[in-house]
């Protein structure tokens, strides 16, 4: 059974350390990201549109943007994964989250819309990371021009949308 407590240093770019470190300790990646997917679908789950539309200051991520910024970041890591499962060697671009999310549609949208998306992109992730056993958890493709684990993507999906749950936390301090 793999977790995140032997992954290596070496499967994951500097850059993604924080959120493999939020990832829950112990877990195999698919509790991994039935407990991330807990914890901010009950934060989103509270919230009406309006609060859904706040932004805690000019120029920042209303909260339906960074719902569906996690939302996409989910659909390009789970699909690295599937590239890099099915052992395709070919390197995957990168991406701008800031250029994505002014085209995201975002703010136009329904909340609970938006929810129903996530829990169905939930359930397909998880049901893609299942699919995989230990070997190919293992297998190590090039994203962004540097190397990246089946595995490290799985706890990476986990550990981000921890990381926006916090910011929501402690900066969009609503009532």
């Known amino acids: 059974m793999i977790t995140k407590a032997n992954i290596s240093n070496s499967e994951f770019a500097t850059f993604y350390q924080g959120y493999v470190h939020l990832a829950p300790e112990g877990f195999t990646i698919e509790n ?3 407990q991330s997917f807990e914890a901010f679908f009950n934060y989103f789950n509270c919230l009406n549109d309006t609060k859904a539309a706040y932004s805690y200051a000019p120029g920042k991520w209303t909260l339906k943007e960074v ?3 996690c939302i996409d970041t989910e659909r390009i890591m789970s699909y690295r994964a ?4 099915r052992n395709d060697q070919t390197e995957l671009p990168g991406f701008e989250q800031d250029d994505y999310v002014p085209h995201s549609n975002s703010n136009s949208r329904n909340l609970s819309d938006i ?3 996530y829990k169905a992109l939930r359930q ?3 049901h893609l990371f299942k699919s995989f056993n230990d070997d190919v958890l293992m297998r ?3 994203a962004n021009s540097q190397p990246i684990s089946v595995r ?3 706890f990476i999906i986990s550990g981000h949308e921890l990381h926006h ?3 929501c936390e402690e900066r969009y301090l609503l009532d």
């Open 82 to 85: 599937l590239r890099f499962a």
């Open 140 to 142: 190590i493709g090039v």
């Open 32 to 34: 991994a990201l039935k």
């Open 124 to 126: 397909s992730t998880i």
């Open 152 to 154: 490290a993507l799985g």
């Open 67 to 69: 719902l569906v910024h």
């Open 115 to 117: 929810i129903e998306e």
């Open 165 to 167: 749950l916090k910011v």
